[in-house]
């Protein structure tokens, strides 16, 4: 049971494009929505993340932007460069005593120079 | 400082073989997840540690799986009769769980086949 819907499964940005990845989820006891990024064989690493009292969080080149109505996020990069060139999942933990996530199929971002 | 570290990077095993994975925390970290990641599929949560308190092992797939963590510190997960369903990198995270949005750190993963 796929609480977490992601898409697109992969994509292909220019150079200085924007890159945008969405996330939709089902669970509205869901509290903290963090994106990771992750290079082959290496373990993933936290992005950015955001709750639900905010509509949107920027840091740098990464901004999460959320629709709580909707029960849908997204992940734009900005200037998107190859170094940005990994796979990307959104998550979502629910309101339990731990950060207990659950992690979106991923998206694959090939960033061509 | 260190991060997590995971051993052995690379495992293959014989299918009904048991095999034991090794996890170690960040120093100081008192949370420690247990994620598996298949070809192609987000990671899927097994079990956590904190502290001394009971393990929440809701995300274990079958009774084949279990995991100790011994003095607080290092992790290890235990998959027994392994069957090739079981074949996928087997991620460790380690976070200091002083607040709910405390941020988990991930070791590199051991990569699990099973023949």
């Known amino acids: 049971q796929q609480q977490v819907k992601q898409s697109p499964q992969s994509l292909i940005v220019q150079k200085g494009g924007i890159s945008i990845i969405n996330c939709a989820y089902e669970?509205?006891?869901?509290?903290?929505f963090p994106w990771y990024q992750q290079f082959p064989g290496k373990g993933p690493a936290l992005l950015i993340a955001?709750?639900?009292?905010?509509s949107e969080k920027k840091e740098g080149r990464f901004t999460i932007s959320f629709n709580k109505s909707a029960k849908q996020f997204s992940l734009h990069i900005m200037d998107s460069q190859p170094g940005d060139s990994a796979t990307y999942f959104c998550?979502?933990?629910?309101?339990?005593?731990?950060?207990?996530?659950?992690f979106g199929t991923g998206t694959r971002l090939l960033v061509s120079p | 400082g260190a991060g997590v570290s995971q051993s052995p990077s690379n495992k293959v095993t014989e299918k009904g073989k048991d095999v034991e994975l090794r996890c170690d925390p960040i120093?100081?970290?008192?949370?420690l997840y247990w994620y598996r990641q298949s070809l192609g599929q987000g990671l899927e949560f097994l079990i956590y540690?904190?502290?001394?308190?009971?393990?929440?092992k809701s995300g274990l797939p079958s009774d084949r799986f279990s995991a100790e963590r011994t003095g607080g510190s290092v992790s290890t997960l235990t998959i027994q009769r392994t069957q090739q369903e079981d074949s996928a990198v087997y991620l460790c995270?380690?976070?200091?769980?002083?607040?709910?949005?405390?941020?988990?750190?991930f070791g590199p993963g051991t990569r699990l086949t099973v023949l």
């Open positions: 995270a380690s976070s200091l769980a002083r607040s709910k949005a405390d941020t988990q750190y």
């Open positions: 669970n509205t006891a869901f509290d903290y």
């Open positions: 955001i709750r639900p009292d905010v």
């Open positions: 998550a979502a933990s629910p309101n339990t005593g731990f950060q207990k996530l659950v």
């Open positions: 120093s100081g970290h008192t949370a």
């Open positions: 540690f904190q502290g001394n308190s009971a393990p929440d």
